[in-house]
C-alpha cells in the first residue's frame, strides 16, 4: 500500500544548483499537486497538475517546474535553486471530486546552502 | 485577510480534558472542508471531514457555520497521543479540487 511516495526524502543543495523531485501515486488518481511547507506557515501550492497532460501555476510558482509524466508521475524542478527554497515539499494526490481529501507523500526536506 | 485562519496555539492540556480548536475562512463559496492532523516533521493526513450537519468520529466532533464561516472541532478525552498540530482545510469551488490549509493550531497534551 504505497500511496503516494516521494524522493527523496532529503537533499541538501548549492545555490545555483538544480535537482528534481520526484513524485508518484499509485491509487490512480487523477490529480496531484506539489507544496511547500515553511515555519508558522499552511501548506501553500506550487503546481498542480488536474489530469495527465496539464499543469497549472498554484500560489508560489515562481522558481519552479513541473512535468505531469503520465497519471502515476508529477515531478517538481528546481532549475536555480536559492536560499529561499529551503523548505518541505509535499506531494498530493486526489480524485477530481470536492469532497475527497488529498493524500500526502511524506515530504522531501529541501536545504539550499 | 488569510483565507484561513486559526489559532496557532499552543494549547497545553492535561491527559482527558476536552479542548475545540476554531478555524474561519473568507471566501464564502468554499464547498468541503476537512480537519488534518500533522505530527512533528510528517506529512499531513486527514483526520476527518467536515459536514454541514455536523458530524464525530469517536472522541473527535466537527461542526460547520456556513453563515458565520467558521469550523470547530471539539476533542474529548485528550490523550498524549493526540499531541499535533491540527490543521483547518478548506476546498474552494472551482474545476479542481483546491485546498487552502491554514497554519495550523498546535496542541500538547501532558500527563
Known amino acids: 500500500n504505497a500511496g503516494v511516495t516521494q524522493t527523496p526524502k532529503f537533499q541538501v543543495l548549492k545555490t545555483g544548483q538544480s535537482m528534481t523531485l520526484q513524485c508518484a501515486q499509485d491509487m490512480n488518481h487523477n490529480s496531484m499537486y506539489w507544496y511547500r511547507q515553511d515555519p508558522g506557515m499552511g501548506l501553500r501550492l506550487i503546481y498542480y497538475s488536474a489530469s495527465e497532460g496539464t499543469t497549472d501555476k498554484g500560489e508560489v510558482p515562481n522558481g519552479y517546474n513541473v512535468s505531469r509524466l503520465n497519471k502515476r508521475e508529477f515531478s517538481l524542478r528546481l532549475e536555480s535553486a536559492a536560499p529561499s527554497q529551503t523548505s518541505v515539499y509535499f506531494c498530493?494526490?486526489?480524485?477530481?471530486?470536492?469532497?475527497?481529501?488529498?493524500?500526502f507523500g511524506d515530504g522531501t526536506r529541501l536545504s539550499i546552502l | 485577510r488569510k483565507e484561513v485562519e486559526q489559532d496557532p496555539g499552543p494549547f497545553n492540556v492535561p491527559e482527558g480534558a476536552t479542548v475545540a480548536f476554531n478555524c474561519t475562512y473568507s471566501?464564502?463559496?468554499?464547498?468541503?472542508f476537512f480537519w488534518y492532523r500533522q505530527d512533528c516533521r510528517k506529512e499531513p493526513k486527514l483526520l476527518m471531514s467536515v459536514y454541514s450537519s455536523g458530524n464525530e468520529d469517536g472522541r473527535f466532533t466537527a461542526q460547520l457555520n456556513r453563515a458565520s464561516q467558521y469550523i470547530s472541532l471539539l476533542i474529548r478525552d485528550s490523550k498524549l497521543s493526540d499531541s499535533a498540530t491540527y490543521l483547518c482545510?478548506?476546498?474552494?469551488?472551482?474545476?479542481?479540487?483546491?485546498?487552502?490549509f491554514g497554519a495550523g493550531t498546535r496542541l500538547a497534551v501532558h500527563p
Open positions: 482545510v478548506v476546498n474552494l469551488s472551482g474545476g479542481y479540487n483546491k485546498l487552502i
Open positions: 498530493a494526490s486526489t480524485q477530481n471530486d470536492p469532497n475527497q481529501p488529498q493524500h
Open positions: 471566501n464564502s463559496a468554499s464547498q468541503s
